[in-house]
């Protein structure tokens, strides 16, 4: 797969690019004309040169200072005004009569009879032709008026040279232009591109807060400097502080109507205590002083029954409510040691046919032992979880409540050899009304089992910032809840915290 380039990337390459592009363009445009200006020049010298040849004397000498062993020379070349590196052949009927050209020094010295021949191909037009040994040349043949005719060349290196200087230039200058074109949108797109890193910035931001619970304060906005409409940036902010107050409305909206249903239960579980409690009341009453027959005996005694076990369900959804309501939890120094003793006892009584334990694995320092958080509620979670063990499994089940202390945490274990909770069940133990066919169909009032039990405990152990797990097999159950510890850290025991 291709790796995504980055905006930013993107725009200096493209203006990077542009700017070669463009400096390529100019650099070929202005080296052609160049070339094209310097080839005229020199083909105007080569005319000229030609003309001067043209009218030489045939006589030789005209020339001030022969070279020894050079008879004469082409007369063309042996008149005044002739420039350095001229060459000039002189041809009758189709035979090299001498050929020659001025040396850097302006001395005359000979062709060898192959340059000579390259010389030769020229036509009456100027036209290129290109002498071994000595380089390219522009030449031109006129013919005299003695029948002879005279092939006259000039070198075309001095300008090669010139243009390539120029084009040495254009190439630096190029670079130092596509760099610096690079450079300053490197700052530009930085720049104009900070505002969006921004609004980025913010959406991260929004995207971290938790906005699945609870009453949510969505104050997070794209800052008002980067919603200007009339740039892109500013659009994408401005859209997304829309969206943001758009979220906000909308959760407002869902927290308050979750709120009424929570104080509809709320209010609903606790307008049937009272009507609950004259039931219960009066059955037993009835049960107590009525003369009844067998029959309404039974009646009466399943109406007090199902009335308790009604009560039960009634507190714990009000419990629930109130829970949901997130109602700030007490918070307090909680001696997690003195509450456990407490439970095992209580399980003690409820249950005698079960053997209760509290281990502590010998860390009896009740220093290391405390949380912060609700003394009651806490309670309320080894009630629940002591009762699950005492009304889930049958009697002669032997259960544990252990207290750890681990690093900052605190751990109350419960953990029992009954049967254990089925593998099916146990990823939806911790929901609301979630309860095994067993406790369904099985309960009398007195098992109070309504299926809330650990959802409650749930709902108290996140509250105290705390998780609970369940681990169960047939023949091991174990429910750990983690609590966070008060105090210092492990190590440091009896260093208590506050008064
Ligand atoms: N220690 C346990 N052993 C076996 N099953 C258990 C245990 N604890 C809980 N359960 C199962 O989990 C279900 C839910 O428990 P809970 O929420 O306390 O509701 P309730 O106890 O009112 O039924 C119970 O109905 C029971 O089937
Ligand atoms: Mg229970």
Do not use: C, K
Request: hydrophobic share 45%; net charge negative; proline share 5%.
């Amino acid at each position: 797969m291709r790796r995504p380039r980055r905006l930013r990337t993107q725009l200096i390459a493209l203006v990077g690019l542009v700017a070669l592009l463009v400096a390529v363009i100019l650099g070929v445009l202005s080296a052609l004309s160049l070339r094209s200006e310097l080839l005229g020049r020199l083909d105007g010298s080569l005319v000229a040169a030609s003309d001067r040849g043209r009218g030489a004397d045939v006589d030789p000498g005209g020339y001030p200072d022969p070279p020894p062993g050079w008879d004469g020379g082409p007369p063309g070349l042996n008149v005044r005004g002739q420039a350095v590196g001229t060459v000039v052949v002189e041809v009758r009927d189709g035979e090299v009569v001498s050929a020659g050209y001025l040396d850097d020094d302006a001395q005359l010295r000979e062709l060898d009879p192959a340059q000579a021949a390259a010389v030769l191909t020229a036509g009456d037009r100027p036209s290129w032709v290109h002498v071994n040994g000595l380089g390219t040349y522009r030449a031109v043949t006129v013919g005299r008026d003695d029948g002879t005719s005279v092939v006259t060349a000039l070198p075309w290196d001095d300008s090669a040279g010139t243009l390539r200087g120029y084009v040495l230039v254009e190439v630096v200058v190029g670079v130092v232009a596509v760099l610096l074109a690079a450079a300053v949108a490197t700052a530009l797109v930085r720049r104009s591109l900070r505002p969006l890193d921004r609004v980025a910035q913010t959406a991260t931001r929004v995207a971290e807060l938790p906005l699945d619970r609870g009453a949510v304060a969505l104050d997070e906005r794209v800052p008002d400097g980067d919603t200007d409409p009339r740039t892109e940036v500013g659009q994408v902010g401005a859209a997304l502080n829309r969206l943001l107050g758009h979220v906000e409305t909308s959760l407002a909206a869902r927290h308050a109507s979750e709120q009424q249903v929570r104080q509809f239960v709320a209010d609903a579980s606790h307008e049937l205590r009272t009507p609950l409690a004259s039931i219960r009341g009066y059955s037993e009453l009835v049960l107590r002083h009525g003369d009844l027959s067998e029959d309404s005996a039974h009646a009466v005694t399943r109406v007090a029954s199902e009335s308790r076990r009604m009560q039960a369900l009634v507190e714990d959804l009000l419990l629930l409510a109130r829970l949901d309501a997130g109602r700030e939890i007490v918070e307090q120094d909680v001696d997690v040691v003195a509450l456990a003793a407490d439970a095992v006892s209580d399980a003690h009584a409820a249950g005698r046919g079960h053997t209760w334990r509290l281990d502590l694995a010998g860390d009896v320092d009740p220093e290391r032992l405390r949380v912060r958080g609700d003394e009651a509620r806490l309670r309320q979670v080894l009630v629940n979880l002591l009762a699950n063990a005492r009304v889930h499994t049958p009697p002669g089940t032997t259960v544990r409540l252990g207290v750890r202390r681990a690093g900052d945490v605190v751990t109350l274990i419960v953990l029992d050899d009954g049967p254990g909770v089925p593998a099916e069940q146990q990823a939806t133990i911790f929901d609301r009304f979630s309860r095994g066919d067993a406790a369904r169909t099985g309960g009398d009032g007195a098992t109070r089992s309504t299926g809330l039990g650990l959802a409650i405990v749930e709902a108290i152990v996140t509250a105290h910032g705390g998780t609970i797990t369940l681990d169960s097999e047939p023949g091991r159950t174990l429910v750990s809840v983690v609590l966070p510890a008060s105090g210092a850290p492990d190590g440091g025991a009896g260093a208590r915290m506050g008064p």
